[in-house]
């Protein structure tokens, strides 16, 4: 199936759950939905914290993607949207049509679902997507750099890697610098802030052997995580998982560093 | 002074310390010297253990380096060799002209200090180099590959990097595979067989900050401890940070990745 043709069944209801495993090697993003009011300081935002928010395309005036996946309707053509008010998370819904006004601004984030595959391609074996689950996700004590009324902590994905992979994993993921890119921190989750490592704060708790060594990335819910935290009257995002599967390879991410 | 200049001077007995710190930005190599006997199984060796043993020259029949130092007189242009007979270091010598006999292989090896000014340009600074000191050395658990005689484990260097560094330090070190590469280990000295961190078997400890995480590389010192521990009949190495300065450039080293 292409991602066209996936969208399609999704505005169709035909497909309303998680993306992964579907349209191998195209490039999935997390999207969020602020009115303009908040748009403009989200922005800035994203572009101080690059790592955490790396913003690949912004729809203003539209709900049609142009650059990621032409023509691609975003009110029905991801499987699940989150809608929060004043940092609530109140309803999940399948459309997001009754919501739409052209208030409102639309971003299309990076996501590390990207680099995942140039991982498994180097042998670089991930236990989360082998056992078909979430990745484990923490909050960390690492600040991002406020704009305005946006401020808060960044949230990281974490992925057990053989000891003697570790540094090859930093290379291979760094050459993905707008998808999240090479890791934020190695080795001691106390480091940043996380004191159990067995209970994550988002996604699943993988197991982590003993010649294995956790990595840990920013994280796309670090956004979601900023606006139930600020309390931000009205958004609207995708629900974690459930992505936006756009026309682009993920290879196209790939830049030589 | 250029390479050539210092490389005079040693000769005459001018500079006899370390080459620390002399001829910035170019290339230092590691030497060891062999009977042919022995010198085929070692090279077998070092190309099965490349990131250890990173061979960057053989020069056979004749005292003078052909490649790196075009004309350099190995017997006496390394201010201070060691004499090993039957693994023994039995003499520190500043001139090895009386062992000199065609039956000599020279091997020039890469060696770490080439990737450390590329991370000091990158703002990741080393403490050893700040305070004029050797880096820390230990012996590890992890086997180098055998081939006939040749056997043992990898001796590593250790820089304290500091935690949101980490990352960054492979991708810049990983741009020098010919001079020991990417880390080895990061982070957990114990998954290594190091069991104490304050000691290290050579060089002098560095200590390692609150907000530092140790990184490990494969270190030069490998095939010294190797000709040591096989009880190698006959061998001159360079004496440990006393290198041949070569008329390479350490960015000569640099490759895409």
Chains 1, 2 share one sequence.
Request: overall charge negative; hydrophobic content about 35%; some cysteine.
């Amino acid at each position: 199936m292409n991602p066209s043709e996936f969208r399609k069944k999704v505005a169709k209801r035909e497909i309303t759950g998680p993306t992964a495993g579907y349209c191998n090697n195209f490039l999935q993003t997390n999207m969020i939905v602020l009115p303009k009011e908040y748009a403009k300081s989200f922005e800035r935002f994203a572009k101080q914290n690059p790592k955490a928010i790396p913003v690949l395309e912004i729809i203003n005036g539209s709900h049609y993607s142009k650059r990621l996946a032409p023509g691609a309707n975003l009110l029905n053509e991801l499987p699940s949207y989150n809608i929060y008010i004043y940092g609530e998370l109140v309803k999940t819904v399948t459309d997001i049509e009754e919501y739409f006004n052209d208030d409102l601004v639309f971003f299309l984030v990076g996501c590390s679902f990207t680099f995942e595959s140039a991982l498994i391609e180097n042998g670089i074996s991930l236990r989360h997507v082998n056992l078909n689950m979430n990745v484990s996700m923490y909050n960390t004590n690492i600040d991002l750099v406020p704009v305005d009324n946006f401020h808060g902590k960044m949230v990281v994905s974490m992925r057990p890697i053989k000891k003697d992979r570790v540094a090859d994993t930093c290379v291979i993921t760094a050459h993905y610098p707008s998808v999240h890119g090479s890791p934020i921190h190695i080795g001691h989750p106390y480091m940043i802030g996380i004191h159990n490592i067995f209970h994550p704060d988002y996604g699943s708790y993988i197991d982590i052997k003993e010649d294995e060594i956790p990595v840990f990335w920013p994280c796309g819910v670090t956004s979601e995580n900023v606006i139930q935290n600020i309390k931000l009257p009205f958004a609207i995002t995708h629900t974690p998982g459930h992505m936006l599967i756009t026309d682009k390879k993920d290879e196209d991410y790939y830049v030589s560093i």
